[in-house]
């Protein structure tokens, strides 16, 4: 199972309370599910028909030449017809290209999502914050590994974050806290971790770092664990 922390930006007034914050937070996360329906798409498939992920399955319910092409993949599929379902089934063009028509999200990160996730809250706050404004913590002080922290939190109103203690609170690896983070905007825009070189990933926690702390202060911010 793969998790990701992401750091979901909202407009305040989307979240006056407890349960309107959690829908919210589900809202914009909804279109970046991996089960969000989308209208099928064209998908090309691996040059070489013995990279499909789904050939060892389609073996064992038919034979296989031993000389494979996507023509006699698909040939293959004609003789089980109800056992494929519509968005596995390979086409050709007219050029001989193998492809399908995906239903999958292209743009899907997740399967599922809890406020907080491992560990303990990952928000840093203000000492000096007013004391009635909404703030979220998936572990409940008397189950914090790290006992009652209340200044800490896992969603609240970014003006009462302090992320420069965020960040150094979580610094496990060179690039700071928010290189291992991803990033939901406020206009709707999932900014993915990089996983390639350490200046990429450098480049990533810049990104990160200057869109957080130059945050409006009405801006609801929640961390959240993805899984999928």
Not at 14 to 25: E, G, M, N, V, Y
Not at 76 to 89: E, F, G, S, V
């Amino acid at each position: 199972m793969v998790h990701r922390r992401v750091l979901v930006c909202l407009p305040h007034t989307a979240c006056p309370d407890k349960d309107t914050a959690f829908h919210a937070i589900d809202t914009a996360l909804e279109p970046f599910g991996e089960g969000f329906p989308v209208a099928p798409y064209r998908l090309d498939l691996p040059d070489d028909p013995a990279d499909w992920h789904l050939l060892p399955e389609l073996h064992e319910q038919t034979p296989l030449p031993a000389d494979l092409t996507w023509e006699a993949v698909a040939d293959a599929q004609r003789t089980i017809p109800h056992r494929i379902p519509a968005d596995q089934r390979v086409h050709l063009d007219t050029t001989g290209r193998a492809f399908v028509m995906s239903t999958g999200n292209p743009q899907g990160h997740w399967e599922g999502w809890t406020l907080g996730g491992r560990g303990h809250p990952f928000l840093h706050l203000h000492p000096e914050r007013p004391p009635d404004t909404l703030q979220l913590s998936a572990c409940p002080a008397s189950a914090c590994p790290l006992g009652p922290h209340p200044d800490r939190a896992d969603a609240a109103v970014a003006a009462h974050i302090d992320w420069a203690a965020t960040q150094h609170a979580h610094t496990d690896r060179a690039e700071g806290a928010f290189a291992s983070c991803e990033l939901l905007t406020l206009d709707g825009t999932w900014l993915a971790c990089r996983t390639g070189s350490s200046p990429q990933r450098q480049r990533h926690h810049a990104a990160l770092a200057a869109y957080l702390t130059g945050l409006a202060g009405e801006v609801f911010v929640a961390a959240v664990d993805c899984h999928a």
